[in-house]
T-cell receptor
Framework: AQTVTQSQPEMSVQEAETVTLSCTYD???????LFWYKQPPSRQMILVIRQEAYKQQNATENRFSVNFQKAAKSFSLKISDSQLGDAAMYFCAYRSVIGGSEKLVFGKGTKLTVNP | DGGITQSPKYLFRKEGQNVTLSCEQNLNHDAMYWYRQDPGQGLRLIYYSQIVNDFQKGDIAEGYSVSREKKESFPLTVTSAQKNPTAFYLC???????????FGNGTRLTVT
């Protein structure tokens, strides 16, 4: 079974600075998807960014980018120019693409605090 | 607007009572999911369904039951057999394959 590990329960960053959140995963599959979700205090789950395992190029969405290291099974999220609205829980997630196993497996999350 | 609706937002029950959480989606998604969220535990999968009239147990299915009679609906029943039912419950849906999950706003269940 796949597992996702987020080793940083909490992180903090100064407004306008850059922060990187770590995520590692364990799988024997070669094709899969990885996601970062954000959960603000409202508790709504918001998709931040996704990465397809067969693509070598790292995904980027505005101020959010990932560092995907497939061999190391690492999928970190970098937030540039941090804003107060980035404060939230961030969850890393893995999704298999094998038929019948397409559930999303989540890490335990990293709580990000943004200091003004 | 398309989306996922969970109701109610807050639910209170006495211990020993079964309770059903509602989840409806109008995104025409085939797959639907129920997750439980506890502090420090992340999201854990309870049940999921990829097609009407079929569903599979997730990692923590004991004490829960589901049905999928319609594509749009995937209600979750928390039975009296669930030892620690107080939690935040999230419903999600997706297309089959390579798409992300879309989440509802959640239901906070408190059992006393």
């Amino acid at each position: 079974a796949q597992t996702v590990t987020q080793s940083q329960p909490e992180m903090s960053v100064q407004e306008a600075e850059t922060v990187t959140l770590s995520c590692t995963y364990d799988t024997s599959e070669s094709d899969y998807y990885l996601f970062w979700y954000k959960q603000p205090p409202s508790r709504q789950m918001i998709l931040v960014i996704r990465q397809e395992a067969y693509k070598q190029q790292n995904a980027t969405e505005n101020r959010f980018s990932v560092n995907f290291q497939k061999a190391a099974k690492s999928f970190s999220l970098k937030i540039s120019d941090s804003q107060l609205g980035d404060a939230a829980m961030y969850f890393c997630a893995y999704r298999s693409v094998i038929g019948g196993s397409e559930k999303l497996v989540f890490g335990k999350g990293t709580k990000l605090t943004v200091n003004p | 607007d398309g989306g996922i609706t969970q109701s109610p937002k807050y639910l209170f029950r006495k211990e020993g009572q079964n309770v059903t959480l509602s989840c409806e989606q109008n995104l025409n998604h085939d797959a639907m999911y129920w997750y439980r969220q506890d502090p420090g535990q992340g999201l854990r999968l309870i049940y999921y369904s990829q097609i009407v009239n079929d569903f599979q147990k997730g990692d923590i299915a004991e004490g829960y039951s589901v049905s999928r009679e319609k594509k749009e609906s995937f209600p979750l029943t928390v039975t009296s057999a669930q030892k620690n039912p107080t939690a935040f419950y999230l419903c999600a849906s997706s297309l089959i394959g390579r798409s992300p999950l879309h989440f509802g706003n959640g239901t906070r269940l408190t059992v006393t």
